[in-house]
Every structure is written in structure tokens, then in C-alpha cells.
């Protein structure tokens, strides 16, 4: 799972963000979600039936603490419960599951906005 994991994130993007500490990771949470859920919703539309989850997450940087970063990874549905991804690991950090029955529809107008 660690390969998969590490050829399959996905870097929110930050050069923007200026704020740090709970307002930064509240940011990249809110930014990461809405890019995963599009993504999703775009699958849905293009390859229906095809269950895919995406995980969102925020990590401090180990260079900087402080400051955090912030990834997008996804999985299809059945290698997620091969690996149990999205099953709650005491320790894992700051983490969000989208799974694409609940991205059928597209976020409202503003939803994304940061």
C-alpha cells in the first residue's frame, strides 16, 4: 500500500495560503475536498458503477512546524477494502473519505472557494 500511496498523491496546491497552524489546515482541507469531490463527480459522469474513494489529508511539515501540507489520494473501492483505507486508524492524523456515491452531484457555486 505505501507504493500506492506514495505514486498516487496528489500535492494541494498552497502558494497562496498564508495562514498557518488550525486556519492553514482548514484551508487545504476545504481546497482538498472540493478538488476530490469533482474529480469524483467527473468519474461518475464519464465512468458510471466505477466506485473509486478519495482520501484528503493534512500533515505537518517535518522541516517546518507549523506548517502543514496537504494531499489527495484515491483508490478504487476495491483495492481501499483489500488494504482497509478509509477504515479509522488511531494516529493517522487529520483525514477526510469521499466516496463517489455521495459525489454525484457537483459542488454548489462558492462551495470551494477558499
Known amino acids: ?9 496528489r500535492g494541494v496546491p498552497d502558494e497562496d495560503i498564508t495562514a498557518r497552524g488550525d486556519q492553514q489546515v482548514r484551508l487545504l482541507m476545504r481546497r482538498g475536498v472540493a478538488f476530490a469531490w ?4 467527473a468519474l461518475g459522469i464519464s465512468v458510471p ?13 517535518l522541516a517546518s512546524p507549523g506548517e502543514f501540507t496537504g494531499h489527495v489520494t484515491f483508490f478504487s473501492a476495491a483495492f481501499a477494502d483489500a ?7 488511531e494516529g493517522e492524523g487529520i483525514q477526510v473519505y469521499l466516496f463517489s456515491e455521495q459525489c454525484a452531484e457537483p459542488l454548489a457555486a462558492g462551495t470551494a472557494s477558499a
Do not use: K, P, Q, T
Request: proline share 0%; net charge negative; aromatic share 4%.
Open 1 to 9: 500500500m505505501d507504493w500506492e500511496l506514495a505514486v498516487n498523491g
Open 83 to 89: 488494504m482497509r483505507v478509509g477504515h479509522a486508524v
Open 38 to 41: 469533482e474529480a469524483l463527480h
Open 49 to 61: 458503477g466505477h466506485a473509486m474513494i478519495a482520501r484528503v489529508s493534512a500533515s505537518e511539515v
